[in-house]
């Protein structure tokens, strides 16, 4: 049985979803490195990330791998409700709990719903700007233009703390951690940034 109450409590954002979805709702955990769900399957469920981190990874035809959406708390993968297949693997990074609400329900009830449409709305707003962020990162020429474009968007305003490990920060920059690491010590070298354990300040101009 899912506690609701609690989860309102300790996410907001669950509070707005309908009583007829949440009795479709199944809470399940998943370990580090499980597969939700792989590139070409049809979506059957929505996803909520409770605790943890789910991840959407996209292979390249060499196998490389870039980080497309990293979760930590809240729903993933949103263009998988209108999609026939996943484009992308959906991973766990560490180990967590998810919620799961049926597909098809989730899309009657956003058909129902109004003012579950509307908070669906604006959630996907926010999704889309920082979907922008991340193309102008990657659209970035050169690894420490990317390092710096992480730093000033996704920062403290003086600096960034990393939550992953710099090989994980390496693909969702779409570096190999290779060029990644070169990038730093070069900075580095140079004065441009200065580490202190997982946080990087940007020092130049």
């Known amino acids: 049985m899912i506690d609701w109450q609690r989860l309102s409590d300790d996410h907001p954002v669950l509070a707005g979803v309908p ?6 709702a199944v809470e399940r955990r998943v370990a580090a490195g499980e597969r939700l769900a ?6 059957a ?3 909520f990330v409770l605790a943890g981190e789910v991840r959407l990874l996209r292979r390249s035809p060499a196998g490389r791998e870039t980080i497309m959406q990293r979760v930590q708390e809240g729903f993933v993968a949103e263009a998988s409700l209108d999609a026939t297949c996943y484009h992308c693997d959906l991973v766990a990074g560490v180990a967590g709990r998810v919620l799961a609400f049926p597909r098809r329900a989730f899309d009657a009830v956003l058909a129902e719903d109004a003012r579950f449409n509307r908070a669906w709305i604006a959630h996907l707003s926010r999704e889309l700007r920082q979907a922008r962020a991340r193309n102008e990162r990657l ?3 050169t690894a420490a233009e990317r390092i ?10 003086s600096g960034l703390v990393l939550d992953q490990t710099r090989k994980e920060w390496a693909a969702e920059l779409g570096l190999t951690h290779e060029a990644l690491y070169r990038a730093l010590r070069r900075l580095r070298e140079a004065g441009s940034i200065r580490e202190d354990g997982q946080r990087i300040e940007w020092l130049a101009d």
């Open 19 to 24: 009583a007829t979805l949440r009795e479709q």
């Open 38 to 43: 792989r590139q070409g399957e049809a979506p």
């Open 45 to 47: 469920a929505m996803f």
């Open 139 to 141: 659209a970035c020429p």
């Open 148 to 157: 710096r474009h992480a730093i000033e968007t996704e920062g403290d305003g």
